[in-house]
């Protein structure tokens, strides 16, 4: 190596951010192992790097002994005595034993290094990206299917879409732009991984965010999302200003909001609801599109008995139970769904 291997050093440096010096410890390690490899494992060597000059040489790092048992290990206090004076029992010695071909090996060595290094902090600055992006929405293209895995190109780097994360009955196509949620990022010896969702609740909630300017102003705020994805999303907002109405701010122009939201999401059905203080309400405006008469609370059980017409008991339940479910889940509350003629015929007593 000579000093054109400093000076890309420093190239490398103020380029990629990656410290010169952090490069050449870890091409000191590498040489150490390479000299190993190919003169001989049994010795204690140390590398030295000229930073002035790149001339790497080579020492044997020898014990100052009364009596030799070692001699890759170990030298005599005599025999230390003739390089210098000042040695004594118990010092070190470094004697240079660099190899003729040893420049050869170490300009190698130091690409293998440079290339990792440079590797490493690429992928280090991928991940700082990103571990500070997660629960947030990115834009990406389907790259590839590999196992029900769905590989999305982020640009930089690609993420993964995993079955559990994917919207059931959504088909993914080589080219597909998508929103998709940062579900997590973790740090691997590959580089950073990235596991997205289309499915997670969250999704819904930042499209939300995009679409409608008085939530991403604060004017609007999103207190609670249930959602079967591909299927029913609840969505429960109040508003900061009294002038403002959440849920026509959501819908926005002739629905031209929550349109925009239902096309990214392939068709899923959004239910806007107010969120209120008042308990009762709250599970009332849960059910919706279902009309609700009367709803009995228990406080103590966090559970609701609610009274639908009868024409309406079929909405409120919903398809398998899925409106019920997802109030449920919304109000975080227990919902006993009755009609008006079960409520009388049950809970009046004559």
Not at 55 to 65: D, E, G, P, Q, R
Not at 81 to 90: R, S, T
Not at 119 to 132: G, H, L, Q, S, T
Not at 193 to 218: A, M, N, T, Y
Request: glycine share 6%; charged share 30%; hydrophobic share 40%.
């Amino acid at each position: 190596m000579n000093i054109e291997f400093i000076e890309a050093l420093e190239e490398i440096e103020e380029e990629k951010g990656i410290s010169k010096e952090i490069i050449l410890e870890a091409l000191e390690s590498a040489l150490i192992s390479s000299y190993k490899k190919n003169f001989g494992s049994s010795q204690n060597v140390e590398i030295e790097i000229d930073e002035n000059s790149g001339i790497v040489k080579v020492f044997a790092k020898k014990n100052v002994v009364e009596k030799v048992e070692n001699e890759l290990m170990e030298i005599s206090l005599e025999d230390a005595k003739n390089i210098d004076d000042k040695y004594q029992l118990g010092d070190v010695v470094n004697i240079e034993i660099t190899p003729k071909n040893f420049g050869r090996i170490a300009a190698q060595t130091a690409k293998q290094v440079i290339i990792q290094r440079i590797k490493d902090a690429e992928r280090d600055v991928i991940y700082e990206e990103f571990a500070d992006r997660e629960n947030e929405i990115i834009t990406g293209t389907v790259q590839r299917v590999s196992r029900n895995n769905v590989y999305i190109d982020l640009g930089k780097t690609e993420g993964i879409l995993p079955p559990s994360e994917q919207i059931e009955g959504e088909i993914y196509e080589q080219g597909d732009r998508l929103k998709l949620y940062i579900l997590e990022v973790k740090k691997t010896t590959k580089g950073p991984q990235i596991i997205l969702s289309r499915s997670h609740p969250g999704l819904v909630k930042r499209l939300f965010e995009l679409e409608v300017p008085e939530i991403h102003d604060g004017i609007v705020d999103i207190y609670a999302i249930s959602r079967e994805a591909g299927s029913r999303t609840k969505i429960a907002v109040f508003s900061r200003d009294p002038n403002v109405d959440p849920v026509g701010a959501c819908v926005g122009f002739k629905g031209s909001r929550v349109k925009a939201i239902v096309e990214e999401l392939n068709g899923e059905k959004i239910d806007i609801i107010v969120w209120s203080k008042n308990i009762e309400e709250f599970i009332a405006n849960s059910l919706s599109p279902s009309k609700v008469l009367k709803v009995e609370v228990n406080e103590q059980e966090k559970s609701a008995l609610v009274v639908v017409p009868d024409y309406q008991l079929s909405l409120a339940i919903g398809k398998e139970g899925q409106n019920a479910r997802l109030a449920a889940k919304l109000t975080n509350w227990k919902i006993d769904i009755k009609s008006e003629s079960q409520y009388k015929d049950n809970f009046i007593s004559e």
